[in-house]
């Protein structure tokens, strides 16, 4: 009898021939051991894994050289990650990019990178310790912890509040296009972006249309950063930046409104008094429009990435996703009529209202 030992099999070699739906119980697992998948992605994030992979495969004796880590420990969440699609193993211990760890790269068109920061950010993990609190209590889980709400935190968290405002300009980036795509801004003189954040939807659509002019407004920290934005998107010179509280006031001057998840952080009375201040900064222009971007649920069981967008919602800041119903309602409250939903490519679509 031989002795020899039998050759592993390569890692090209499938043990399985066919790719087996998971079971009930290992669909529960896929789930409850997502967070760990989450802080896997935080850390290939911010090592840029996906920049490294770049020119082509790499090993990852050389990744952990290139990001000073412990091999060992490098090579276990990366083949953890592409066990669930992100990244692809190659051969042993040597791993390439995959279309979705592609979209990782901090240099390309469609990066997600910026969000992926902020969203699997352990930031994140601290918040969602006291989920149970939030749905016992119906209280928002980040006051609780904080002490204070999330808008009135970040302006003393630097570190934070740039890794959710560089998240926020990449969404804006990621979902800019689709809306232009779907939507038709012509015949819009001024456009206002309300809670405009660092102005990088409003730059896009003056981009596109080069006979509008735009306004950004939101708080003055922000104010202060879309100036520095819209001059490096060449859009300055058509665009004016006020800082203020929308809950007060909305100025006037513009002959439509746009506002990118604005609206779904604030519940049904906060929403209902920026709409109406919206309606209010637009009077005497009838049939002005109000354009909310943001996720529309259906009722179904279908994946949806706005359900999970909706628990960060009550987390954070109290607010919520809503469907085409709760929209016809929250704006009939704020004297504005929905006038038609418009699909896009992207997540968000376009909610239309007009001024009665």
Not at 220 to 226: I, L, S
Request: with cysteine.
């Amino acid at each position: 009898m031989s002795t020899a030992r039998a050759s592993a099999p390569s890692i090209e070699t499938p043990v399985l021939q066919q790719q087996q739906q998971p079971n009930p119980a290992e669909h529960i697992f896929q789930v409850g051991l997502g967070y760990m998948a989450s802080m896997a992605l935080n850390v290939a994030v911010q090592l840029r894994i996906a920049d490294h992979l770049a020119s082509g495969p790499k090993k990852t004796a050389e990744l952990a050289k290139l990001t000073q880590t412990n091999e060992d420990r490098l090579y276990r969440v990366l083949r953890a990650l592409a066990s669930v699609g992100v990244f692809t193993e190659v051969a042993p211990h040597q791993f390439g990019l995959t279309p979705p760890a592609e979209a990782l790269r901090s240099d390309v068109p469609d990066s997600v990178y910026p969000m992926m920061l902020w969203m699997s950010d352990p930031f994140h993990y601290r918040i969602y310790a006291e989920m149970m609190h939030s749905v016992k209590t119906g209280e928002i889980a980040f006051n609780h912890i904080y002490g204070k709400p999330v808008f009135e935190y970040l302006p003393d968290d630097p570190q934070e509040a740039a890794v959710f405002n560089n998240a926020m300009v990449n969404l804006s980036n990621m979902v800019a296009p689709a809306v232009l795509k779907a939507y038709d801004f012509s015949g819009i003189g001024t456009l206002m972006d309300v809670g405009g954040g660092h102005g990088a939807l409003v730059a896009c659509i003056l981009r596109e249309h080069p006979e509008m002019r735009g306004m950004v407004y939101d708080m003055e920290p922000v104010v202060a950063g879309a100036r520095t934005a819209a001059c490096s998107q060449d859009v300055l010179d058509r665009c004016e930046f006020i800082a203020g509280d929308f809950f007060q006031s909305v100025p006037a001057g513009a002959d439509a409104i746009i506002m990118k998840h604005i609206i779904h952080d604030w519940d049904v009375e906060e929403a209902v008094q920026i709409l109406k201040n919206c309606r209010m900064a637009l009077r005497g222009k009838p049939g002005a429009k109000v354009l909310l971007v943001e996720s529309v649920l259906m009722r179904d069981n279908h994946p949806n990435l706005g359900k999970f967008i909706d628990l960060e919602m009550f987390m954070f800041v109290g607010g919520r996703e809503r469907t085409e119903e709760q929209f016809r309602d929250l704006l009939a409250a704020s004297g504005l009529r929905l006038n038609r939903i418009v699909p896009t490519e992207a997540p968000l679509w376009v909610v239309e209202a007009v001024c009665e």
